[in-house]
């Protein structure tokens, strides 16, 4: 996982509420064995309405999706996940989220960011107002900022998903920096024991 500091860009204005992981990534879906190409698949029921804010130019190249209350609720498929970051995003903007696919989030590099229900909503309008809005998360200070539309506020991450986002860590990376306790326990572990030696 690399790491993520700061996510500055323009935004997606997705504005639907109670969105499932079932509606990012349709079950067909599922049927792939890699871990990229899902981004085709994002959203892809919806994607066949030519009004959809995905197929709207004005919004191409946007790293960051601005949703409604409730986002990534339902089944806890990590391909979610992985279709929003495949798709180019790199942060999710809601007042809600689910837990599974906030947990499934944090691991693969994808910043969740929680707002009040009313900088939401405000973010909401002022993306659909002006695609061009440059919006910037900044992780180590816990902020959402859109200057030009007046917003600022704080949003809650906890410091070990902080420390996650920041270091670039995944669960391996994490569990890597405890290499040298691995290795003095195993060296002292009783020979007729399983192993992890070769």
Request: hydrophobic share 40%; with cysteine; charged share 25%.
């Amino acid at each position: 996982m690399e790491p993520v500091r700061v996510v500055q860009g323009t935004a997606v204005p997705l504005d639907r509420s109670d969105v499932d992981t079932d509606q990012i990534i349709p079950a067909e879906w599922l049927k792939r064995v890699e871990r990229t190409g899902f981004g085709r698949g994002l959203f892809a029921t919806w994607r066949d309405e030519p009004g959809f804010v995905l197929n709207d130019e004005r919004y191409a190249g946007a790293t960051i999706l601005v949703a409604g209350p409730n986002f990534g609720t339902g089944s806890s498929r990590e391909h979610a996940v992985w279709a929003i970051t495949d798709y180019g995003f790199k942060a999710v903007v809601s007042p809600r989220f689910g837990d599974i696919f906030r947990n499934n989030a944090t691991k693969n590099g994808l910043v969740p960011v929680v707002v009040p229900p009313e900088v939401g909503e405000r973010l909401m309008r002022a993306v659909e107002a002006d695609p061009a809005l440059e919006v910037t998360i900044d992780i180590e200070r816990r902020t959402l900022a859109a200057p030009a539309a007046g917003i600022e506020c704080e949003f809650p991450l906890d410091d070990a998903t902080r420390e996650r986002f920041l270091e670039g860590l995944d669960d391996i990376g994490i569990t890597l920096r405890h290499t040298a306790a691995i290795d003095a326990y195993e060296a002292r572990r009783p020979a007729w024991m399983p192993s992890t030696a070769r």
